[in-house]
């Protein structure tokens, strides 16, 4: 006789360690999927100072392209734009890409279309896909990312033969909110899996809540770059998704519980 119960993951105590403001996607995909999601921010965005910003909103015309490695990014190099009385019809002129399925929904949802499409939406792919549409040799990119973002995209560009302006417009700093009632939980093995979505939020929850209990406790990663982050803390990486998107994580975890 077949069931028609739907899989589900039992109550499972997950703790989703991404920004407040960026949680809720994959709160409510483990919800759905019957999971216990806990929050738990290991860090909080913080704006840098908008005056790097101001000559370079001004002249964005001398730009063949924009990369924007988050929505983060995105958000606040907007909001930059609206301090300066500039639109997105400044660039109107110049070619777009994001790093990552978010940051794509981000520059779409400010009607953005991304000038390139990468088969990968990790900055290798990114970078590929630039290169490979043979229009960044001698023009000039922006690189907009997070202070300490990985440079793999402006090393390679420049190697391409492009000049690039890297320009840091926020930062993540560590959130130990609640860091000492998690790592009591994940002590008492309260905690079934703790979910990481960048090597930044890896780095920040073991500093948290210590390397011993940050051990204590499988790790479900976005992807590769997360998960070698996660491996060289010494974390056990159990599940990595396939693509890099909250689904695909939850698809992953879904098939590491056998369901």
């Keep these: 006789m077949s069931s028609d119960r739907t899989p589900t993951l039992g109550g499972r105590r997950i703790v989703v360690t991404r920004s407040s403001d960026q949680a809720s996607e994959l709160v409510k995909l483990l919800a759905d999927r019957g999971a216990e999601p806990i929050e738990m921010p290991v860090t909080r965005i913080e704006p840098l100072d908008f005056a790097p910003l101001r000559d370079i909103i001004a002249r964005l015309g001398d730009y063949r392209w924009v990369v924007f490695t988050s929505q983060n990014g995105v958000r606040i190099f907007w909001d930059a734009m609206t301090t300066y009385g ?3 019809r400044a660039l109107h002129d110049v070619s777009i890409v ?3 399925p978010a940051t794509a929904s981000a520059l779409e ?4 279309t991304l000038s390139v499409r990468p088969s990968r939406f990790v900055a290798e792919g990114v970078l590929d896909a630039m290169v490979s549409s ?10 907009a990312a997070a202070e300490g973002a990985r440079d793999v995209i402006p ?15 926020y930062r993540s700093v560590p959130d130990t909110t609640g860091a000492a009632a998690m790592r009591a939980r994940i002590e008492q093995e309260e905690i079934d899996l703790v979910t990481y979505t960048a090597g930044s939020a ?3 929850f073991v500093s948290a ?15 590769p770059v997360t998960s070698d982050v996660a491996r060289g803390l010494g974390l056990d990486v159990v599940v990595e998704a396939k693509q890099p998107t909250m689904s695909a994580l939850v698809d992953g975890i879904m098939d590491y519980y056998g369901n």
Excluded at 109 to 112: K, M, N
Excluded at 155 to 169: F, H, T
């Design 86 to 88: 500039a639109g997105s």
């Design 98 to 100: 994001g790093v990552g």
């Design 109 to 112: 949802e400010r009607g953005v």
């Design 134 to 143: 043979g229009k960044v040799k001698g023009v000039r990119v922006l690189y």
């Design 155 to 169: 090393k390679g560009l420049e190697a391409a033969g492009a000049m690039v302006d890297r320009v840091d417009i």
């Design 202 to 204: 890896v780095r920040a």
């Design 209 to 223: 809540v210590g390397a011993s209990a940050a051990r204590h406790v499988g790790a479900a990663s976005i992807g």
